[in-house]
């Protein structure tokens, strides 16, 4: 039977290749659609693993700093600094926003991550932990390391709000957990990009403030001033990052700062599942739903192909059973070229997968668990949609071969 349905497909080789690359082409998007979530999950993690951090101690009560605002005194990590099994800890901000690069051609927008981190060396926490051209921040202000992503060069003049930013290093994979490049710059400035208002708003705040009758009190010198310096400052940060020594655990360390500085502290695997089971949840299952749309597609392509392929070779068929041909026989015929369609079409599939997810905007992570997934998955799709072909090829009468 095997050199039976051989010949059958040499026969109308035409239909398998065309439909097998049809097919292919779906299950190629399948592929995809499960490497961008696979991509989704990877940033959230590579997200961490860059930061540096063993604990992430945020806003009370807030799921921050990557899932939810928060805002903390940047005095804070002092305190932190001093608590039983804390190694490090540093200040840092994150900011997603337009990030404008200055050229002859005119400015040019990129979706980023601004991130402040806090002066020191490289390799404390919330720094890019290598790069893969130029140096990392050296100075108080004015200076930034993206990531490559963004298409920014060395020397390259970034605005960022009201400030320019030379690019004085390049890293590489350092990403949100929605795929946005980071831009690194010192932590000052990055404060003044996310809290400090503008020239504008300062000085309509001023004015509601002096008309405020509870703030202008003749008796007490210095209380106006002192308001609208609380109101116009910038001296929040979202996130303190600890790293804790080998000998504590995390609960150890973490529980101390929950009890005595009333803030909310995650360790990482807390912070993975908010990453993955709360920010990309609804994606999650937007992208199972086009899954199984695919499959139900594919499922009717291979299954009217089939059907096709049989209703052409009824005659044929009804020959085979007169002569004495078993019903097994001709089912395993037609099960075999729905299998030989499966196959070219998971060949071409895997092969346009590859070539496509490099150029897709978001990461695409294709596994080699996913392939071997699809493909046995492909394979039963393509048994499930034989079934009608051989349902109605056991059904056919012998004598038709004799009245046609």
Known sequence: MISLAGRDILHAWGKFIFTGVGLGLLIGVTLTMAGVYRGMVDDGKVLLDNSGADL??????????????????????????????????????????????????????????????????????????????????????YEAVADIATGFQLDDVLKIRRNHYTVVGLTRRMVSSSGDPMVFIPLKDAQEAQFLKDNDAILMQRRRTEANPAFNRPGVPGLLDAVITSQTGNSSVNAVLVRIQPEFSQEEVAEPIRRWKRLTVYDRAQMESILVGKLIATSAKQIGMFLVILALVSAAIVAFIIYTLTMDKIREIAVLKLIGTRNRAIAGMILQQALVLGVIGFVVGKISATFAAPLFPKYVLLTPVDSVFGFFAVLAICVLSSIVAIRMALKVDPAEAIGG
Do not use: C
């Open 56 to 141: 992430w101690v945020v806003q009370k009560d807030t799921l921050g700093p990557y899932a939810e605002s928060s805002s903390m005194p940047d005095d804070l990590w002092r305190s932190i600094r001093t608590m039983p099994g804390v190694a490090e800890a540093a200040n840092v901000t994150y900011l997603t926003m337009q990030v404008a690069r200055q050229s002859n051609a005119g400015d040019q927008d990129v979706r980023a991550m601004v991130v402040g981190i806090t002066a020191g060396e490289a390799g404390a926490p919330g720094w890019p932990p290598q790069l893969v051209a130029g140096r990392q921040i050296t100075r108080g202000h």
